[in-house]
């Protein structure tokens, strides 16, 4: 079945630590996406990628890489997490331009 | 740039009201239009969408229309219910980024 996954669901870790979030799809969609979501709701985009090899900033700064070595994958790493990242982070896909995103259930991250 | 502008919430309706909540959005071109839906604990799900003007997205009894001259796009449903409750997000697409609304939260009362 054609899906997006995200592992963990939920993570609570200390200060400092190195961390990444994982993202898997099944649809072979080209573009992908990784949000950050506060509390208040709203998206913001922090990185995404054309496809291959393709990875780009988004709009809102983020402290946090990306790296996109397979079409499927699409993993976001925090190298020293901090109380200021602890937030929702949404993963995302899409086939093509003008298309609706896909999303992933989301990792709640919480940093002490 | 291009922008979303949806109505400020909570929403609180009782079972079985009348659901509107407005979105207004600039762009320029002709993007393709939707509304996403987030039950608590989950990700976003398409809801409906619309691509040109004049196109009526509608799903699970929800309905929206994509209107040019007002640019708008605002979310109807006749008899929301309890399962309802969600945040609903106005979103646009003008090609390879979607620019997504603060969301509204619903809260439906039994």
């Known amino acids: 079945e054609a899906d997006i996954y995200q592992t963990p669901r939920y993570l609570v870790i200390g200060t400092g630590k190195k961390i990444t979030l994982e993202c898997s799809q099944t649809m072979g969609h080209d573009k992908m996406y990784w949000y950050q979501q506060d509390p208040g709701m709203e998206l913001h985009l922090i990185h995404y990628?054309?496809?291959?090899?393709?990875?780009e900033k988004g709009d809102l700064s983020s402290e946090s890489t990306v790296s996109r070595i397979r079409t499927e994958h699409f993993p976001l790493t925090l190298e020293s997490a901090r109380p200021s990242h602890t937030s929702q982070y949404l993963c995302a896909s899409s086939e093509r331009d003008y298309n609706e995103q896909f999303f992933g259930p989301g990792t709640r991250l919480t940093v002490l | 740039g291009d922008s979303v502008t949806q109505m400020e919430g909570p929403v609180t309706l009782s079972e079985e009201a009348f659901l509107t909540i407005n979105c207004t959005y600039t762009a320029t071109g002709y993007p393709s239009l939707f509304w996403y839906v987030q039950y608590p604990g989950e990700g976003l799900q398409l809801l409906l969408k619309?691509?040109?003007?004049?196109d009526k997205g509608s799903n699970k009894g929800f309905e929206a229309t994509y209107r040019k001259e007002t640019t708008s796009f605002h979310l109807e449903k006749g008899s929301v219910q309890v399962s309802d409750s969600a945040v609903y997000f106005c979103?646009?697409?003008?090609?390879?980024?979607?620019?997504f609304g603060a969301g509204t939260r619903l809260f439906v009362k039994a």
């Open positions: 619309a691509t040109k003007a004049d």
């Open positions: 979103a646009l697409s003008g090609g390879f980024k979607t620019i």
């Open positions: 990628s054309y496809g291959v090899n393709s990875t």
